[in-house]
């Protein structure tokens, strides 16, 4: 294979990383209002454990994949499940007490986060268009802020700590996806998640009758077991393989955006005229990180930041 088509190749699969990695947000977007319904009814921990145990299931397929576990594998799915399953029990419960819409807004401030992390953590340099594109969501989510709520409440601050535990997620992510078979990873990944769930469920001996539980609430969780976790997780994890962590944050930042359309759609929650400045805000930082410039420089073939 000759160079060329090597390149060729690579620029496709950012591409398709790109439109995966903004895929998953959209299924993401969905997962908020959803989760805030379903918690009504049924317990945290064990909405949790049903959930990622649907999403382990999901990954059947690669089961015979299994016999190349090793120890490296394990331990870097053990942490970043660990610190995925930490970031949806502050997301979760911070949604008992805020709106959909909010949550998805200060999840968002993740991607504020990650550039620090990388920065001062990895020593990773950022050009000048990507901390404009950071200011941008800053901006953004700023005016988020100001959506629909006149004081600052538990939950904000709940889902606060949910935004650090996932910047730190996402950078280590990044770098454990390049140095393991993904599909191995992720598995280890659901497998720590769905099990620490059901630790903290018996432990806080919670109960929910699901015998009796009506067939919608089984499509639901079969509906974020496999679309909202199987496939976001294989989605992300391959696509970080071809995209950087700051790009990936950025991408994140619709998450809020369809966080809140669903939250209407669904939960009939209001964007008011804050909401949308900080949406068309976001959209732009977005645009600005993943649309490649024509004059941009490359190096080593790879596409820089």
């Not at 991607?111 to 950071?134: D, H, L, N, Q």
């Amino acid at each position: 294979m000759t160079k060329e088509n090597v390149n060729n190749i690579s620029s496709k699969r950012k591409i398709i990383a790109i439109f995966l990695l903004i895929l998953t947000t959209v299924l993401w977007g969905t997962s908020f209002i959803i989760t805030k319904n379903i918690t009504e009814d049924v317990p945290i921990f064990l909405y949790l454990g049903i959930r990622f145990l649907i999403g382990f299931i999901g990954f059947i397929p690669f089961f015979p994949r299994l016999k190349n576990l090793n120890k490296k594998i394990i331990l870097m799915g053990s942490i970043t499940g660990l610190l995925y399953f930490f970031g949806m029990v502050f997301q979760t419960y911070g949604l008992q007490s805020t709106t959909a819409g909010k949550t998805g807004f200060i999840t968002g401030l993740s991607t504020v986060i990650v550039p620090f992390i990388t920065w001062i953590g990895f020593k990773k340099p950022i050009r000048i268009r990507v901390w404009f594109a950071v200011i941008l969501s800053i901006i953004g989510m700023a005016f988020l802020l100001l959506e629909g709520a006149s004081k600052f409440i538990i939950g904000d601050l709940l889902v606060l700590v949910c935004a650090i535990i996932f910047a730190f997620y996402i950078v280590l992510n990044d770098k454990y996806v390049n140095l393991s078979d993904v599909y191995l990873y992720s598995i280890v990944q659901v497998l720590i998640i769905f099990i620490s769930s059901f630790i903290c469920s018996l432990s806080l001996q919670e109960s929910y009758n699901l015998a009796s539980a009506h067939p919608s609430f089984w499509f639901v969780m079969l509906y974020m077991g496999i679309a909202v976790m199987t496939l976001t997780i294989l989605f992300q994890n391959w696509s970080q393989q071809y995209q950087g962590p700051t790009t990936t944050a950025i991408i994140f930042t619709l998450e809020p955006v369809f966080a809140a359309l669903f939250g209407y759609i669904i939960g009939n929650e209001m964007l008011s005229t804050f909401g949308w400045i900080g949406c068309i805000l976001i959209f732009i930082a977005i645009l600005i990180t993943v649309i490649k410039n024509k004059n941009s420089n490359y190096k080593n073939n790879k596409f820089t930041l």
